[in-house]
DNA sequence: CGTTTTTACTTTTAAAATGCAAGTAAAAAT
DNA sequence: ATTTTTACTTGCATTTTAAAAGTAAAAACG
């Protein structure tokens, strides 16, 4: 079982100790964008994650309750993630990551509108993504 | 040498195929806050970073033209890293990480205090920052 | 009801990345 | 002339990641 040590007291180091990989945000970007809630979701996504990668993320980023898991209404081998409002504050780091990686890469127009969108109005992004989470 | 394969299209994505690791954002908060410049000040980092990959990540980073080396003036020896444009526009980044890692973390005092600062005034202290890297 | 499929993993093994310690080479300081 | 500083490189052990195959229980199907 993955532990987690502290490098120092810096709360961005801090916050590399669990999230500094190239797959744990993606996890999250696809529970905060995209919708995805399952295992086989999750697996299914663009950059192809193995299959043990993710379960050992998956019970890490549980551990850490920054996701969570619950059972799915009337079916006993599914399981359904969400994200914990620790969780969910990550949403302004993925926006900033939104810009920045739109910024210096080549981009989807999609993703280019959605970038100058979140440029422009932050803050209502923010809420509006915000409010699809209350419960 | 460490080549990048972008794993999708995707903004988030390819912003953690660059800095999705545990060492390149410290190494890139080392020049942003505390002006660090110089390969043995980034070595004595309180996280205690490998020579070898320290090495590896600062030749990575400038090849990403996220930092670039210049030489130290009336000393041969010394190299002078600095933050590029590119690199600066990380600074969003690394300040919500320094929320996210405050609100979740125990941290020193001192920290609070900026994390809070960051809060409430965001857009005063980017201004701030980035007016200290103006050349 | 029996068989197939779906779902969520686990296991195994190979490859790559990281970490640790020691070594090197040129310039600077003494 | 010798020692120290600076910025690395090298070799090797350990850890992490990746790829592929396997498992087990529940659900769907005929």
Redesign the interface.
Known sequence: MRTVK????????????IL????S??II?DLMFIGKKTYGEFLKS???IATNILAERLSFLEREQIIEKTEFPDNKVKNLYRLTS?GL??L???L?????????????AK?KKI?ENIRNSRKEIMDKILKKFDS
Chains 1, 2 share one sequence.
């Open positions: 502290r490098r120092s007291m810096c709360p961005i180091s801090s916050t590399l100790d500094g990989d190239k797959w945000l993606l970007r663009e950059e192809s620790k504050d990550l302004p780091i993925l900033d990551m939104i810009v920045w990686g739109d910024k210096y890469f080549k981009t989807p993703i970038a």
